[in-house]
């Protein structure tokens, strides 16, 4: 899988730039503020359909411009296809485009242009609230099993009408009629996501428990762990297990779930631990180790979605090199050398043999050096 050409306009400080791309790596090189971590983004909203910095996509049209336009030639599922995504102020809606024709959704992307993005933000996956873990595990597992995708977003679904309803029912008691219907569909649909995440989570843990060994100069040991509902004895048990040990905790939980008029049960609450040599990485790791981890995972992405799909994602890397000793360094760099990477950097001196150097200025991209 490997992008060819990109051209940008309109796209943040891009007026109207064009790159070509080399099937290894790509090294943007330039000065802070002068648009490389906006390229990766590029780059990543064509693969997703969405920016990984905002939600707001008015924020991606360059100042004073009516719309953005990104397009790029990919080379994937054995076919040469163009990728282009328009956005517009205003109301209108974006428009996504696959070789010529308007797709409905981003899910019509999926598989096109696959993309792992290392970026500053993802050291607070290990470090903060478990809803971005949640979103790296749903995030991989979408990609590869698209019946997950369809399971989580009707949990999604019922989880949202159940909060309404447990929101409404003192304005309108007899929603709670309709209570046990909801709560058998969500432990029905609940059982799937968890029998998913605890499989993905392993295979996950594994490869990333690899990397992180070997990246540390065989000094760590990185374990990840899979936390979810609290009566659910063995995430690996079959659905109907799952199911009846859901049910169990929502009854548990039913009077307290009236009370706030949350629903407080349920694996939208899942997450998993990442602890190193014992401890864990959210109260104890250091900067280094965090992102030593963070990378490894990362890394055990792109080698799931490898396995899985036949073809290699995708790197995007920003600023990955930083806090980083000389030694693990070096492990980064070594992995570069599998399928099409783009790496920014501000500095060409240890780099520059790697592959191509793109220098970025102000928006414009200089061609190989
Ligand atoms: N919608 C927009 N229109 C015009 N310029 C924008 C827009 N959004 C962001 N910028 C500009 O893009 C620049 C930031 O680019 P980017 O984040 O890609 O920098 P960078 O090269 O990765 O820098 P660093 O090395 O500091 O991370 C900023 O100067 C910002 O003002």
Not at 36 to 56: H, Q
Not at 110 to 139: H, N, Q, Y
Not at 159 to 166: E, F, I, W, Y
Request: charged share 25%; proline share 3%; hydrophobic share 40%.
């Amino acid at each position: 899988m490997q992008i060819d050409r990109l051209s940008l306009r309109g796209f943040r400080n891009y007026e109207d730039a064009q790159a070509q791309f080399v099937p290894g790596v790509n090294l943007l090189v330039g000065g802070n503020a002068n648009g490389k971590t906006n390229l990766l983004e590029a780059v990543s909203y064509l693969s997703t359909g969405r920016s990984f910095r905002t939600r707001r996509e008015a924020e991606l049209i360059r100042f004073g411009a009516d719309f953005a336009e990104l397009r790029a030639q990919v080379q994937s599922q054995e076919r040469t296809r163009e990728l282009r995504a328009v956005l517009f102020t205003g109301r209108r809606p974006r428009q996504l485009w696959l070789a010529g024709v308007r797709q409905r959704s981003r899910a019509a992307l999926s598989g096109v242009l696959t993309s792992v993005l290392f970026c500053p933000e993802d050291l607070m996956i290990l470090k903060k609230g478990a809803a971005g873990r949640r979103r790296l595990m749903d995030g991989v597992i979408c990609q590869l099993r698209p019946n997950y995708e369809a399971a989580l977003a009707e949990y999604g679904r019922l989880l949202d009408q159940k909060s309404a309803l447990l929101r409404e029912r003192y304005d309108n008691p007899s929603l709670l009629q309709v209570l046990p219907e909801y709560d058998l569909r969500m432990a029905q649909t609940g059982a799937l996501v968890i029998s998913y995440r605890a499989r993905y989570v392993k295979a996950l843990a594994q490869e990333a428990a690899r990397y992180h060994r070997e990246f540390s100069g065989d000094s760590e040991t990185l374990e990840l762990t899979y936390r979810t509902v609290s009566t659910v004895t063995d995430p690996f048990a079959p659905p109907e297990t799952l199911c009846a040990q859901l049910q169990e905790h929502q009854r548990s939980h039913a009077r307290a779930e009236l009370e706030s008029a949350q629903c407080l049960s349920g694996p939208h609450k899942d997450d998993f631990e990442a602890v190193i040599n014992g401890l864990p990485v959210a109260q104890f790791a250091s900067q280094g180790q965090t992102r030593t981890a963070v990378i490894s995972l990362k890394l055990a992405e792109r080698a799931l979605l490898r396995q899985g799909t036949g073809e290699t994602p995708v790197l995007l890397l920003d600023d990955v090199l930083s806090e980083l000793d000389a030694g693990r360094q070096d492990f980064v760099l070594n992995q570069l050398r599998e399928g099409q990477v783009f790496i920014t950097c501000c500095e060409t001196d240890r780099l520059t043999s790697l592959g191509q150097v793109l220098s970025i200025r102000s928006g414009t991209i200089g061609g190989a050096q």
